[in-house]
């Protein structure tokens, strides 16, 4: 057994992942196996469906679903599954009832992994479920308490859900930036949070804060505008909306950073 899993992973580091599967299947029904040979095998499949993944001309998404379902034939528990199947979502790929009793069982027996319950939340956030979203959020983090990702994001919904919501989402971010202190991208959100919570002054300096780390956040400058309007600082708030149109009509064509979509 050992000799064929360290075939299969040197096919499998070198993207022969079909001559992989097809070592690892034979062990299978040789009954040369234990758990380690069928975990493997799981996780070539998924390493197949996320080599599947790509864009159509018409901007949709397509795989291989039936490669992502071999993998949980072969290994229902395989943790990493419910991260494919969640992160579906985001890609805009339909599962099939098949993954989605996977995921679900996964879910309930408390193996899903913290990327499934963080695909699921940024997902159902985009399209506007907020309450699910918390929900995974809450999981993630529970499974994950340290996660800065989690804690960024949940804090936003927390308080993008409700303003009675802010003290605890300051918590979480006052955690976060306890965990990695001149991130960017905390600041930035810790702003936002403020500007929720009507206390324009504070999220100035955080917004600040944020472009003294990285100048090339155009979103928090954004952010800035209304923000200077709100504490009277009409001279700063033109001269930085002066500075954002000079850079979008210096760059029509670029597509929104994925924090600008906050």
Same mark, same amino acid.
């Given at each position: 057994?050992?000799?064929?899993?360290?075939?299969?992973?040197?096919?499998?580091?070198?993207?022969?992942?079909?001559?992989?599967?097809?070592?690892?299947?034979?062990?299978?029904?040789?009954?040369?196996?234990?758990?380690?040979?069928?975990?493997?095998?799981?996780?070539?499949?998924?390493?197949?469906?996320?080599?599947?993944?790509?864009?159509?001309?018409? /901007?949709?998404?397509?795989?291989?679903?039936?490669?992502?379902?071999?993998?949980?034939?072969?290994?229902?528990?395989?943790?990493?599954?419910? /991260?494919?199947?969640?992160?579906?979502?985001?890609?805009?790929?339909?599962?099939?009832?098949?993954?989605?009793?996977?995921?679900?069982?996964?879910?309930?027996? /408390?193996?899903?992994?913290?990327?499934?319950?963080?695909?699921?939340?940024?997902?159902?956030?985009?399209?506007?479920?907020?309450?699910?979203?918390?929900?995974?959020?809450?999981?993630?983090?529970?499974?994950?308490?340290?996660?800065?990702?989690?804690?960024?994001?949940?804090?936003?919904?927390?308080?993008?859900?409700?303003?009675?919501?802010?003290?605890?989402?300051?918590?979480?971010?006052?955690?976060?930036?306890?965990?990695?202190?001149?991130?960017?991208?905390?600041?930035?959100?810790?702003?936002?949070?403020?500007?929720?919570?009507?206390?324009?002054?504070?999220?100035?300096?955080?917004?600040?804060?944020?472009?003294?780390?990285?100048?090339?956040?155009?979103?928090?400058?954004?952010?800035?505008?209304?923000?200077?309007?709100?504490? /009277?600082?009409?001279?700063?708030?033109?001269?930085?909306?002066?500075?954002?149109?000079?850079?979008?009509?210096?760059?029509?064509?670029?597509?929104?950073?994925?924090?600008?979509?906050?």
């Amino acid at each position: 057994q050992s000799d064929r899993l360290a075939i299969a992973e040197l096919r499998k580091m070198t993207n022969q992942f079909e001559r992989a599967a097809e070592i690892l299947t034979e062990a299978l029904s040789n009954k040369l196996s234990g758990p380690e040979t069928k975990r493997e095998l799981s996780e070539i499949y998924r390493l197949l469906y996320q080599k599947s993944i790509f864009k159509t001309d018409a /901007g949709t998404t397509q795989a291989d679903l039936a490669s992502l379902e071999k993998a949980a034939e072969v290994d229902p528990l395989n943790p990493n599954l419910s /991260g494919d199947i969640a992160n579906m979502l985001r890609l805009d790929l339909k599962p099939t009832e098949m993954l989605k009793g996977i995921l679900r069982k996964q879910m309930d027996l /408390g193996v899903s992994s913290v990327s499934a319950h963080i695909a699921l939340a940024e997902g159902l956030f985009v399209k506007g479920i907020i309450k699910e979203a918390m929900k995974n959020w809450d999981i993630a983090l529970r499974k994950d308490p340290n996660n800065l990702g989690v804690l960024n994001n949940y804090a936003l919904c927390l308080a993008r859900d409700s303003e009675t919501n802010v003290p605890k989402a300051l918590e979480m971010l006052s955690k976060a930036t306890t965990l990695a202190p001149g991130n960017a991208e905390i600041l930035d959100t810790l702003g936002d949070v403020l500007m929720i919570a009507k206390r324009p002054k504070e999220a100035v300096s955080k917004y600040e804060l944020a472009l003294r780390i990285d100048k090339t956040r155009y979103s928090t400058r954004r952010k800035l505008i209304p923000a200077y309007r709100a504490i /009277g600082n009409d001279g700063m708030a033109d001269t930085v909306e002066k500075m954002v149109r000079d850079y979008d009509a210096a760059n029509p064509q670029e597509s929104k950073s994925p924090e600008e979509a906050k």
